[in-house]
């Protein structure tokens, strides 16, 4: 299967710049996986699209300042440093612009109290780097470090926490899992009152959700690893659901990702670690059987995601309609019930 099998045309202005106030405001589109037919309502209607039984899992992951703007200590150049993972407690992975004088023995310095030095490179293209800092680093990294925004967002954000989900608490993202962004507490707990079940699970946004796919057969794109977790009660609860022969229900394609990794035997574990799974087309679904999601971007593997889980037809079916009717697209835009 090509990547240019997943390309689709969508008019600049339908990329969303700001989010939509209340966050539940969003319109949705109801996609019926087996059928392909469409509906179109909006976000604060979902539960008019759940079942007492359901459970919805959702990724609590936080993003974190990533981005950081330094000098190299050796000649003053400027230096944007990236964060995407901690592999140990003070060693990070991260992208560096300009990467190429970014070899090892770099020092880059932010602040008088925070720098790093350069100790490896990657096979991604990153580095591996120490921080040393005086203090703690959290608290350093919140007051020096950006909150990044994907690049096709131009409009500067004035409140940060509108990219965080209400229910964000594991600090380690570079990213927002943004299908989680239209749901508001009362919508979660109006959820709850229904006989819905509401669960967590974590994986932390790294190059492997937003990183391009640069080759030209599917099969060759090999993802990055991002670190997941899953907890015991939420490993029962779904395992309870599927018995039960109700719906284990998704919020966003990191939801799934971390689903499908522990979930391989049909049984979800409660277990963490590193996932690389690369979901496309002829993938069968172990655990997820329903998805909240948002419109994705052309070529990109979380498009091939949602088109494993509904059929590429459907989707593109889906998509030609959502740009018809003006659907505003990707991480600030409207959102998706593939049922």
Known sequence: MLVSEFDYYL??????????????QSR???????????????????????????????????????RL?????????KVEV?????????????????????????????????????????????????????GIFEEILDSLGETPLPPYIKTKLTDKERYQTVYARE???????????????????????????????????????????????????????????????????????LAAGNRVIAVGTTAVRTLETAGTSGQLEAKSGWTQIFIYPGYEFKIVKALITNFHLPKSTLLMLVSALAGREHIFNAYREAVDKRYRFFSFGDAMFIR
């Open 11 to 24: 008019p600049e202005e339908l990329i969303a710049q700001q989010p939509v106030e209340p966050r539940d």
């Open 28 to 66: 949705l589109l109801v996609l019926d996986r087996e059928t392909g037919c469409i509906e179109h309502n909006e976000f604060h209607n979902l539960l008019h699209y759940l079942k007492p039984g359901d459970t919805l899992v959702f990724n609590d992951t936080r993003v974190i300042p990533a």
């Open 69 to 77: 703007f330094g000098a190299k200590q050796e000649t003053g150049g």
């Open 82 to 134: 990236f964060l995407l993972s901690r592999t140990t407690n003070d060693d990070w992975e991260v992208l560096v612009k300009p990467g190429k004088k970014a070899k090892p023995g770099t020092i880059i310095e932010f602040s008088g109290n925070l720098r790093c030095e350069v100790l490896q490179s990657t096979d991604f293209g990153g580095r591996i780097v120490r921080f040393q800092y005086q």
């Open 171 to 241: 600090r380690g993202s570079a990213a927002a899992p943004t299908a989680g962004l239209h749901f508001t507490r009362e919508l979660m707990e109006s959820c709850k009152h229904r006989g819905v079940n509401l669960s967590f699970v974590t994986l932390h946004v790294g190059l492997g959700t937003f990183r391009p796919v640069a080759v030209d057969t599917i099969a060759e794109h090999v993802m990055h690893r991002e670190y997941y977790s899953v907890p015991e009660e939420t490993a029962a609860l779904v395992n309870k659901t």
